[in-house]
């Protein structure tokens, strides 16, 4: 199978995108992969599969390869002969935060008729979005982690109970989270969030808490990982996430009962079904006295959370075979038409 890694954008998460694609070349072994890279100023360059490595975007050196157009059916190199077509027979869109997740690159995708395999643009929108996170998962019925929003200008107090957490709403990687203690430490935490978003939230910190991670998506048929309980310090800062997103090999499932697996696994197929059919993504739960709360939604995990299932690369493969299809309009103009020919008779 021909798979483009789509990987980059203008995003504070540009460089775990790098590390994901990289990561890609060791996971899906029996496909013939196509890198393209998209540059902070949103070109589109064919990378060497053979010679990627993290130096070659740090130094430039991409410039060198060459430069691509996207077109109706795929991204396009231009020849002596005129424009070819890069072979493939779906996109990986591996692109984390800002292009990537926000839905750009869905739309684009999907304007240009491309197979594609990540969240469409309605998913994009409410998962990068923490706070439309927040109101996706207590629609369908999804309990979440308490919560407090506030923006750029609003005014710098909260009602609940310290220690908490401060999140950018548009972030991931943990970039420019902060735990607060107490109140005298609230003013730094948001002014570095709001150096990187203009909105954040602010949730309760939960010393020790359990998380898990649920990883998974639907072809003709449920797919879904098995279920982690990641070992981490009280969180995981940015340095310790980019050396997480290169895992390629398996990881130890969590040792939990039946019954709190269930649940997990309930919760994951309520938020997944039907908006982010098409795509492969993880959620993270924190379980509380028994309850189960979506912490957040991962729509492009890092390295595809590839280390989360049996044979990933098989599943891509069913997944992309199994892909969401924009139903045919037919444009016959019958409506201008019929007020053309009441003018006629007039």
């Not at 020790?208 to 879904?224: H, P, R």
């Not at 892909?323 to 007020?339: A, F, G, M, R």
């Amino acid at each position: 199978m021909n798979i483009t890694i789509l990987f980059g954008g203008s995003s504070y998460e540009h460089e775990i995108s790098i590390v994901s694609a990289i990561t890609m070349k060791k996971v899906l072994k029996k496909s013939n992969l196509t890198y393209v890279f998209v540059s902070d100023e949103r070109e589109f360059y064919l990378v060497d599969t053979d010679k990627i490595n993290a130096k070659l975007f740090s130094s430039g050196v991409y410039k060198k390869g060459k430069k691509l157009t996207l077109k109706k059916g795929g991204f396009y190199s231009d020849t002596l002969f005129g424009s070819k077509i890069v072979e493939a027979d779906v996109t990986l869109n591996l692109i984390h935060g800002r292009d990537g997740e926000d839905g750009k690159m869905a739309s684009l995708l999907a304007f240009y008729g491309m197979p594609y395999i990540s969240p469409r643009l309605e998913a994009s929108v409410l998962s990068y979005n923490k706070l439309y996170t927040k109101f996706l998962a207590e629609n369908l019925g999804v309990k979440t982690v308490p919560y407090e929003y506030l923006a750029k200008d609003d005014e710098r107090k909260i009602e609940m109970s310290y220690p908490v957490i401060v999140k950018p709403v548009r972030l991931g990687s943990s970039i420019g989270v902060s735990i607060v203690r107490d109140a005298s430490e609230l003013d730094y935490a948001l002014d570095v969030a709001f150096e990187f978003d203009t909105e954040v939230i602010v949730e309760p910190f939960i010393e020790g808490v359990k998380e898990f991670n649920q990883a998974g998506c639907y072809t003709d048929k449920w797919e879904l990982s098995l279920i982690e309980e990641p070992q981490k310090e009280v969180f995981l800062d940015f340095e310790k996430k980019y050396m997480d997103f290169a895992r390629d090999s398996q990881v130890l499932e969590a040792q939990i009962p039946d019954e709190l697996k269930t649940k997990i696994q309930e919760s994951f197929k309520t938020i997944y079904d039907p908006l982010f059919k098409g795509s492969i993504i993880r959620c993270d739960f924190f379980v509380v006295e028994g309850e189960v709360l979506l912490n957040e939604i991962n729509p492009i995990p890092g390295s595809m959370a590839n280390y989360l299932f049996a044979d990933f690369e098989a599943m891509v493969h069913r997944l992309s075979k199994h892909l969401p299809k924009e139903p045919t309009i037919v444009i016959n103009y019958q409506y201008i038409h019929s007020i053309q020919s009441a003018k006629g008779k007039a």
